[in-house]
């Protein structure tokens, strides 16, 4: 374990005497827009969970996807985040058991091996570590820790992952912008974007989403947008444009109206592609399975409801899928699979002995 990596960051673990009795769980997840690490005791083995959950400590820090910032902010970003919940929650490394890192941009097991060796330098030797899609915290978040069904996510980026029971593995999407993440947030305020620019110059049909994006970021005229995008085109900026193209399709807006429409068709093809790889839904189609719903796009605040659009599209090939909007963030799920992968290492070990 280095006691430095990123400058004086453990620094306050010389001045927190932890108690030894309280050993410690991270949990992380970490996205495109934002990274959040939960720190949580070791819970005793129950059923139910207790509700809620206890909490030690909550930090938030910036992006940390690697595909987005580079490996090197990722990990500092990573690692300052994990520094600032033990911090909060009166702990430090030696206290803790598990860190299950949930966090986008893995998507190989080389990306899998190099952050596990990266932590492998942060922690002692007797911290057990996890790392994961982001997505799979997401799905653990709906089921309480328990890896059995389809997450989609749909936020500034999208991603449908599923797991079976006996433990296979599926995903769909999930690929980045640039090759089509068609449903996210991204992908819908790109589409209005390009929507806007093709009026303009009389390619494409007139729209009230040039005035209300327009007046949105300021400006006076189409022909700015190209600066404005490409002055700084993060994925995050651009996916925040979504309430404006919603309220226009509300509105009546039929350009808007059909952007949505075609988001909810790739979200819905995304899920179905894990379902139908995994036969979650079984051999006649109609088996139950938690279909957990999250992320920004997915929320129910609008009369134009994407994310029941979504359920709706589902359903109809496959009246199984129990839509679950989680009680808990990704990052309670990422501790939660920490938890679970936790003890079930010690029993086994506790049983090989």
Not at 8 to 34: C, K, M, N, Y
Not at 73 to 100: F, H, I, P, W, Y
Not at 129 to 142: F, K, M
Not at 199 to 207: N, Q, V
Request: with cysteine; aromatic share 6%; net charge negative.
């Amino acid at each position: 374990m280095k006691r430095y990596r990123n400058g004086e960051i453990w620094d306050f673990e010389h001045e927190i005497a932890v108690p030894g009795d309280r050993p410690v769980i991270l949990g992380l997840d970490g996205g495109t827009t934002s990274t959040v690490c939960i720190c949580m005791p070791v819970l005793p083995v129950s059923n139910p969970l207790p509700d809620p959950l206890p909490v030690l400590a909550r930090a938030v820090a910036g992006c940390s996807n690697h595909n987005s910032v580079g490996e090197t902010a990722a990990r500092e970003t990573l690692e300052q985040v994990m520094a600032d919940a033990l911090s909060k929650s009166g702990s430090n490394r030696s206290a803790v058991q598990a860190v299950c890192l949930a966090v986008s941009g893995v998507n190989h097991p080389t990306d899998e091996q190099r952050i596990l060796n990266w932590l492998r330098d942060i922690f002692p030797s007797h911290v057990k570590l996890y790392v994961q899609n982001d997505a799979v915290a997401a799905l653990a978040s709906g089921t309480m820790g328990k890896l059995h069904g389809c997450v989609l996510i749909a936020g500034t980026g999208t991603i449908a992952y599923g797991f079976t029971e006996d433990g296979r593995e599926a995903r769909a999407a999930g690929a980045g912008p640039i090759l089509g993440d068609w449903g996210s947030g991204y992908g819908i305020a790109a589409q209005a974007l390009t929507a806007v620019v093709r009026a303009h110059d009389g390619r494409g049909p007139e729209t009230s989403l040039t005035h209300s994006i327009l007046r949105t970021l300021g400006l006076r005229s189409p022909d700015e947008l190209i600066g404005w995008t490409y002055a700084d085109p993060s994925w995050a900026r651009i996916a925040a444009l979504v309430p404006v193209i919603v309220s226009c399709a509300e509105e009546g807006d039929e350009v808007a109206d059909k952007i949505l429409q075609d988001s909810v068709e790739e979200l819905a093809l995304s899920v179905k592609a894990v379902v139908q790889k995994l036969g979650l839904c079984g051999e006649d189609g109609n088996a139950s399975f938690p279909l957990v719903m999250v992320g920004g796009v997915l929320e129910a605040n609008k009369r134009w409801d994407i994310g029941k659009e979504v359920v709706s599209c589902i359903s109809r090939d496959y009246p199984g899928a129990l839509p679950i909007r989680p009680k808990v963030e990704p990052a309670v799920g990422a501790a939660l699979l920490g938890w679970n992968f936790f003890m079930k290492e010690t029993y086994k070990e506790a049983y090989n002995r």
